[in-house]
């Protein structure tokens, strides 16, 4: 059942990335889908916290947090994704994407 609903998620969040990838929308309307997504995300995860796709989704979170533009968000979730999951697939991407967004953050602030 938990694994239904999330290829369910998941498909839902496949048609948003096609949907910004086609470059249609309107920065008003590519926001609010990534809202769209930082919400079916992060109502997934709280409804199945033990759901082995966790990793996945906190990726996709960092992700929908960096594109919204809530850095310190996005950099506390890919650190998140690093404590909890050390060894996973998003594990490497993680750590580079929140590097890049920490730099970014401190070379603002100098």
């Known amino acids: ?35 769209e997504a930082r ?22 979170l960092a992700k929908s947090e960096e594109m919204l533009g809530n850095i310190n968000a996005a950099i506390s979730r890919y650190k998140e994704l690093l404590v909890k999951f050390p060894n996973s697939l998003y594990s490497f991407d993680a750590r580079e994407n929140a590097r890049k967004l920490t730099e970014k953050v401190t070379a603002e602030h100098i």
């Open 1 to 35: 059942m938990a694994k239904q609903k999330f290829e369910t998620a998941m498909k839902r969040l496949e048609d948003i990335v096609r949907e910004l990838e086609a470059g249609e929308l309107s920065l008003e309307d590519s926001l609010k889908k990534f809202e």
């Open 39 to 60: 919400i079916l995300l992060l109502s997934h995860r709280d409804i199945y916290p033990d759901n082995t796709f966790n990793d996945e989704i906190l990726f996709y």
